[in-house]
């Protein structure tokens, strides 16, 4: 499957902010273990594009139930890049809302030309006490 992508408003269209369905099978309730999604040998030029976004600390975001959810994309120390390679996706409901969501990024593997990534995730769903309606807050300034 292809990942497919799309603007939520116009606005996001002419800023350039570009939404994409990342394929990833997350179902209510339902935890799922380290799976993996994607197997990518790394070329020269996916190599190069991967040291970029190192070197200039880009991040990646990420909705669920049009909560947001960061992650780095990967390190730099000294000479070697490493990127993040398995998400670990925290998922808070409380009755049959979701309420929270959260990312921790694992397994650092190095890149160069010729790896394979093998890139997995995870799915923890717990129970939370945050209300439908207080579930913004975190976001906000206090």
Known sequence: EGISHYHETLGENI??????????EIQFKKNVGSTVYCRQTLTK??????MYAIKNH???QMYLD???????????????????THRKIE????EDRIVDV????????????????EMSYEVVWSKSSVLFKDRYDKYLDA
Do not use: R
């Open 66 to 84: 049009d909560l947001p959810i960061w992650a780095i994309v990967g390190e730099q120390n000294e000479k070697e890049f490493t990127v993040w």
């Open 15 to 24: 800023l350039g902010v570009e939404l994409a369905f990342s394929g990833l």
């Open 58 to 60: 880009y991040w990646y």
């Open 45 to 50: 030029k996916d190599n190069k594009l991967l």
């Open 102 to 117: 959260s990312v921790t990024t694992e397994k650092k593997t190095q890149i160069a030309e010729g790896a394979v990534l």
């Open 91 to 94: 998922i808070g409901y409380n």
